[in-house]
């Protein structure tokens, strides 16, 4: 019988490189510890440490779920791998809240956050923040009206600005918000309206009283060009 021919299997260099190459990859990517992290913002390191110190790509990159369910606070985390030096950059965005809101028909309590996020599992930051009751229904892992969310983020920037203290808010079933001074002083305003024509009125009243030496009870500030109080 004629003798059969074997074949030699001959590899290309590039082929052989491009496979050392993605060896190397998935070597690091499954097994190789991140020692490097670039976390923005800098002071959300202890956050990322909790979690992913000492632990492969890999794991980090099946495992990010985690840190949302632990950290409802956070809104997004983007991670990047970094090839030299070898780690990863994680970029976290985190929700700041801003006011505690109690529904008072429910009598349940949720928070606010800058991004307009309603969410009974935030984790206030600062010890003291705005109250907010609400005689409208409030959703859980909803959004707050938009309406109210600016009104509400111009009255926080007002009273930074001119230190004035702000007790509580209240949203009424119409829509219409009732602001709480400290000194107990009522202010009330329609969202439906202009709501910076009423701020201004807002901050004319406050110094019309300076000026007079006197303190209204509830000024009424919803008629455009008028403003009521007793």
Do not use: C, T, W
Request: hydrophobic residues 45%; glycine residues 0%; without cysteine.
């Amino acid at each position: 019988m004629p003798k059969r021919k074997i074949k030699k299997i001959s590899f290309h260099p590039l082929f052989i490189l491009n496979f050392l190459i993605l060896s190397s990859f998935l070597f690091l990517v499954s097994f190789k510890k991140i020692e490097n992290f670039v976390v923005e913002p800098p002071e959300s390191l202890p956050l990322v440490e909790k979690y992913f110190a000492n632990k492969s790509l890999l794991f980090i990159l099946l495992n990010h779920k985690k840190v949302f369910k632990e950290n409802p606070n956070l809104v997004s985390l983007e991670i990047k791998p970094l090839i030299y030096p070898y780690g990863i950059k994680i970029k976290i965005k985190e929700g700041k809240v801003l006011a505690k809101i109690i529904d008072f028909k429910e009598n349940k309590i949720y928070f606010l956050d800058n991004y307009e996020r309603i969410n009974s599992y935030f984790k206030p930051k600062e010890k003291k923040i705005l109250e907010i009751i609400s005689y409208k229904k409030i959703e859980d892992r909803a959004y707050l009206n938009k309406k109210i969310f600016n009104f509400l983020l111009k009255i926080l920037q007002f009273s930074n600005l001119y230190l004035v203290k702000i007790d509580k808010l209240i949203i009424h079933s119409n829509f219409d918000i009732s602001l709480i001074l400290e000194n107990n002083q009522e202010y009330l305003f329609d969202l439906q309206k202009n709501q910076d024509e009423q701020i201004k009125k807002f901050y004319f009243f406050l110094e019309f009283q300076k000026k007079q030496n006197f303190k209204a009870f509830r000024v009424d500030l919803r008629i455009p060009k008028k403003i009521y109080f007793q």
